[in-house]
């Protein structure tokens, strides 16, 4: 499947699972890795619910269940995401081994710092407290930097011309990795803007104050799935490709005016808190 949006016409249903079965038996090894390591997370997010359900305690708050829960299903579904987007990116086989490989051991590192520090019952993020806090912080804001250098490099290249890819699907790519460039933006926010609260000896204003760009955050960083997702069910449609683009750019345009409202409203109280 990779690279290619094109199926075969019949019930939209039956299409639909046959291209899903194709991203797993047409993929590349490296994608199929991405594909395993990120159902894994998926699953330590749900069991982490489980442990909620029976352990009990607060949901939100620095310290709770809800980070490895929440962490784990948004790593998880993230790299699957760039892993089967990114299929439609042009890259080299080195390159792309090299970036998603980097990609995965980072969300998986990522996730097992906050659900060691759950299990300890300490925050994950802004947490200086001991030397094993301080360190697990600082890995965590090293393993963001990671995050981006990979994401910005699959961004640059999902820009680059690639006549393999249908224009329909190039432009929900295109429109997804620039959201997402969004959602790091406003990542990196968080983290130097807590960082310096944590530093001048207000730890709880640190998770007051990166509350404000969550859902900006939140929004800007599934486009990439969202779009794309739109792009592959139109294939299994009737509508001829310069329909499917047309579609794919009205929802493009109505993904970002509602996230250029929440983008304004987060960054005001961001900037006032």
């Avoid at 998986?108 to 993020?125: G, K, N």
């Avoid at 961004?155 to 790091?184: I, Q, W, Y």
């Avoid at 900006?216 to 329909?243: D, K, S």
Wanted: glycine residues 8%; hydrophobic residues 55%.
């Amino acid at each position: 499947m990779a690279g290619s949006v094109d199926a075969p016409r019949g019930l939209p249903v039956a299409d639909a699972l046959r291209g899903l079965r194709s991203a797993w038996t047409g993929g590349r090894r490296v994608e199929r890795a991405a594909y395993v390591v990120g159902a894994a997370l998926l699953l330590s997010g749900l069991l982490h619910l489980v442990v909620f359900a029976v352990d009990g305690g607060p949901w939100t708050g620095p310290v709770s269940w809800r980070k490895p829960v929440t962490f784990g299903l948004s790593f998880g579904l993230t790299l699957v995401t760039i892993a089967w987007v990114g299929s439609f990116v042009r890259l080299g086989d080195r390159a792309r081994t090299v970036l998603l490989g980097v990609f995965a051991a980072d969300c998986v590192v990522e996730v097992a710092l906050i659900t060691v520090q759950a299990w300890r019952r300490v925050p994950s993020h802004f947490n200086m407290e001991t030397t094993l806090d301080t360190v697990i912080t600082r890995m965590l804001a090293v393993g963001g930097g990671v995050l981006i250098v990979t994401l910005v490099t699959f961004t640059v290249a999902a820009f680059k011309a690639n006549p393999e890819t249908a224009p329909s699907m190039r432009l929900a790519v295109r429109s997804g990795f620039a959201a997402l460039m969004l959602a790091l933006a406003s990542g990196a926010a968080m983290i130097a803007r807590g960082v310096a609260k944590v530093e001048s000896g207000d730890q709880q204003a640190a998770y007051h104050v990166v509350a404000a760009l969550k859902p900006a955050h939140f929004v800007t960083m599934h486009a990439i799935l969202v779009l794309p997702l739109l792009a592959w069910l139109l294939t299994f449609t009737a509508l001829p490709e310069p329909r499917r683009v047309r579609v794919v750019a009205v929802a493009a345009g109505a993904y970002w005016a509602v996230a250029g409202v929440v983008i304004a409203v987060s960054a005001v109280r961001f900037m006032i808190t």
